[in-house]
Antibody
C-alpha cells in the first residue's frame, strides 16, 4: 500500500525552529519528486516547497524562502522540512505529497499540525 | 505567478443535483490542471488530472473539462459522499491552488 506519514508537528514559539519528517512506503520513493503543502486553520491549500527525486532541483514559495529548507534521504525513504524563524502565520497542517511539473499531487500524507504561538 | 480563481466559493445543492464548479487561471496553463476533493480533517484526494482525465477509482459522475484559462469540474448527480470542499490546482508553472469551493447540503 502506498503511504506517506508525516511527523514532527508541535507547538513552537515565534522565532523557533522545527523539523518535519515524511516517511514513504509502498512505492519507489527515490524516483519521485516530492512536495510540502500547508493549510492554515479554516483556509485553503498553499504549496510550500518542491524537491526533485535526486535533490537536484529545489523550489520554495516566496512566503517561506530563506526560512525553510527541504531535503530528502532516499536511503531512508524520507522527506524533511527544516523550518526556522517561525511566525504565527506559519501555523498550519503540513502535508507531504508526491508530484511534479508533469504530475499532480498524489498520494498525500495525513498531515501534521504545526502551531506557532507564545 | 499564476493565480487560480474558483467560483463559487460556496455552493448549496441537493442530492441528485448536477453541480458545476469553475476555475480560471490568470494565464494559459494548457491542460495542466488537477481537481481535488477534501473532507474535514482529511488530506486532499485527487479526482481529475490533465484537466479531464479521471483518476483511477473515482466515480464516473465526476468529470473535468477546459483548457487554457477556463476549466470546470462537474458532478453529474450529487451523492451524499460528495459534500466536501473542492480545489483546483495548476501544475504548469510551479504549483498554485484555487481558494476552494465548499459544496454544502441545501
Amino acid at each position: 500500500e502506498v503511504q506517506l506519514v508525516e511527523s514532527g508537528g508541535v507547538l513552537v514559539q515565534p522565532g523557533g525552529s522545527l523539523r518535519l519528517s515524511c516517511a514513504a512506503s509502498g512505492f519507489t520513493f527515490s524516483t519521485y519528486s516530492m512536495n510540502w503543502v500547508r493549510q492554515a486553520p479554516g483556509k485553503g491549500l498553499e504549496w510550500v516547497s518542491y524537491i526533485s527525486s535526486s535533490s537536484s532541483n529545489i523550489y520554495y514559495a516566496d512566503s517561506v524562502k530563506g526560512r525553510f529548507t527541504i531535503s530528502r534521504d532516499n536511503a531512508k525513504n524520507s522527506l524533511y522540512l527544516q523550518m526556522n524563524s517561525l511566525r504565527a502565520e506559519d501555523t498550519a497542517v503540513y502535508y507531504c505529497a508526491s508530484g511534479s511539473g508533469s504530475f499532480p499531487f498524489d498520494p498525500w500524507g495525513q498531515g501534521t499540525l504545526v502551531t506557532v504561538s507564545s | 505567478d499564476i493565480q487560480m480563481t474558483q467560483s463559487p466559493s460556496t455552493l448549496s445543492a441537493s442530492v441528485g443535483d448536477r453541480v458545476t464548479i469553475t476555475c480560471r487561471a490568470s494565464q494559459s496553463i494548457s491542460s495542466w490542471l488537477a481537481w481535488y476533493q477534501q473532507k474535514p480533517g482529511k488530506a486532499p484526494k485527487l479526482l481529475i488530472y490533465k484537466a479531464s482525465s479521471l483518476e483511477s477509482g473515482v466515480p464516473s459522475r465526476f468529470s473535468g473539462s477546459g483548457s487554457g484559462t477556463e476549466f470546470t469540474l462537474t458532478i453529474s448527480s450529487l451523492q451524499p459522499d460528495d459534500f466536501a470542499t473542492y480545489y483546483c490546482q495548476q501544475y504548469y508553472n510551479y504549483w498554485t491552488f484555487g481558494q476552494g469551493t465548499k459544496v454544502e447540503i441545501k
